[in-house]
């Protein structure tokens, strides 16, 4: 007597299914899509329609106050996703003890602290694309005249930003805790990053100091990219210290409960 055969489905990585699960988590977040996605973009096209914002500024080597705001745009959508939207989500679990829970289970806990840091920074990634896109359509600026230098320093401001959140994550004992400590480094890193003013514009002793830190470094990486011109390895090498700082910082002092 012969039985017939049995098939079996494969089951998914434990990954894969974290990562699917909290992709349509995030996308039952309209606040958190808008802040990431459209707000920057948004702010980049009411700057556009001033209509001096568009004109060529000897000041500026020629180019226009929105040629400068697009790197500064692509910049806080980064500045939203690792300060905003991911540090209130990962101490929220914490605080719930999901993460405690996930302990006993073949699901890892730190599949889903990965799966947080793929999916935010795919999102910061998306809305850099979105914003460089609209700025050349909508308003003509140029594409980044060094692409592989441009695309090297927005990875490198996506990866410090993450493990700033991170960082903010292992600090905060709890989800309140982490949305007033993000919106504090919020507010610094937007200055640094120059959505106030450009950081092209500052005085030389301001650039200076604005240079030191992650999002100052990273605006004027990206400008020298966006101009044509190889990012500098000062400001990359900023970015690098500062990624591997706050990472260390992370990894040692988070609490999965």
Known sequence: MT?????????????????????????REPG???????????LMTILGLIPSFREPDDALGGRSVIDLYVPVAVLLAMIMTGLQAMPPVLTGYR???ILRRMSATPVRPSALLTAQIVLHGAASLGSSVLVITVGRVAFGVPLPGQAAGYLLALLLAVACV???????????RTSKVATAVGSVAYLL???????????QTMPDLLRTIVGFTPFGAAAQALDQAASGSWPGFAHLGVMLVWTAALGTVSTRLFRWE
């Open 3 to 27: 039985t017939a055969p049995t098939t079996t489905r494969a089951r998914p990585a434990p990954f894969a299914a974290v990562l699917r699960t909290e992709t349509r988590l995030f996308l």
């Open 189 to 199: 890193m937007m200055f640094t990053a120059g959505v106030w003013v450009p950081v």
């Open 162 to 172: 993450l493990a700033l959140g991170a960082s903010i994550c292992a600090l905060s």
């Open 95 to 97: 605080e719930r003890g």
């Open 32 to 42: 958190s899509l808008f802040w990431i996605l459209v707000f920057p973009a948004a």
